[in-house]
């Protein structure tokens, strides 16, 4: 099964409104990345939170991380219709060096 | 800026066909992995590797080669296409740090396979 498990699968908001995802994982990590990816398009790094690291901020993002229940959380605030995109959370598992496990992402759509 | 090219952004292949998919950087990173991804079921990894010359299999190798004699060039090779192997695939890299970091990906290539 997937290491990183996104919920909700799709989210559906209007322009303006916070948008927030979850990303729940099984094993221990080293860190815990969020990509975004536009439609039919390559993926691209939005922010990496550490296992050390409890909050981190990037202009309109907010990451959360919580290693005692193994999840994340990223708030986008004050969302536009360019946000309009599918959102992964990527774990990298501790032991093993180099890899990424990915989930199966969140649709979110920003109604204009 | 990281640049990931990938050789075609599209390209149709009939069953038994070998498909190479070329994926090249510019940033000097020594990781490089290849991914496909389909609906439902996210990125799974195919092969990845490290150093040239040097590879690992992922989570879903059957079916698929890959090849790294140069730093900035990684193939994939799928020796004897079949219609399961319609996909879009994705091509990364990274630096290899200590612990795992940031990938930079392609713009990806779908494939399809009749």
């Known amino acids: 099964s997937q290491q990183g498990e996104e919920d909700p699968q799709a989210l559906s908001i209007q322009e303006g409104e916070n948008a927030t995802m979850n990303c729940s994982y099984k094993?221990?990590?080293?860190?815990l990345q969020w990509y975004r990816q536009n439609s039919g398009r390559g993926l691209v790094h939005l922010i990496l939170?550490?296992?050390?690291?409890r909050e981190k901020h990037s202009g309109r993002l907010r990451v959360t991380l919580d290693t005692s229940k193994k999840s994340s959380s990223l708030l986008i605030t004050a969302s536009r219709a360019a946000d309009t995109a599918s959102y992964f959370c990527?774990?990298?598992?501790?032991?093993?060096?180099?890899?990424?496990?990915f989930g199966t992402g969140t649709l979110l759509a920003v109604q204009p | 800026d990281v640049k990931v090219t990938q050789s075609s952004r599209y390209l149709v292949k009939r069953t038994g066909e070998k498909v190479f998919l070329e994926c090249v950087q510019d940033?000097?990173?020594?990781?490089m992995f290849w991914y496909r991804q389909d609906p439902g079921l996210g990125l799974r990894l195919i092969y990845f590797s490290y150093d040239v010359k040097m590879k690992e299999k992922g989570d879903i190798p059957e079916g698929y080669s890959v090849s790294r004699e140069k730093k900035e060039r990684f193939s994939l090779i799928l020796e004897s296409a079949s219609t399961n192997q319609t996909s879009m695939y994705l091509c990364?890299?990274?630096?290899?740090?200590?612990?795992?970091?940031?990938?930079?990906f392609g713009p990806g290539t779908r494939l399809l396979v009749l």
């Open positions: 940033m000097d990173h020594e990781n």
């Open positions: 990527a774990t990298a598992p501790r032991g093993a060096t180099n890899k990424l496990i």
């Open positions: 990364a890299s990274s630096f290899r740090g200590k612990w795992q970091e940031t990938q930079y």
């Open positions: 939170i550490r296992s050390n690291e």
């Open positions: 094993t221990s990590i080293n860190n």
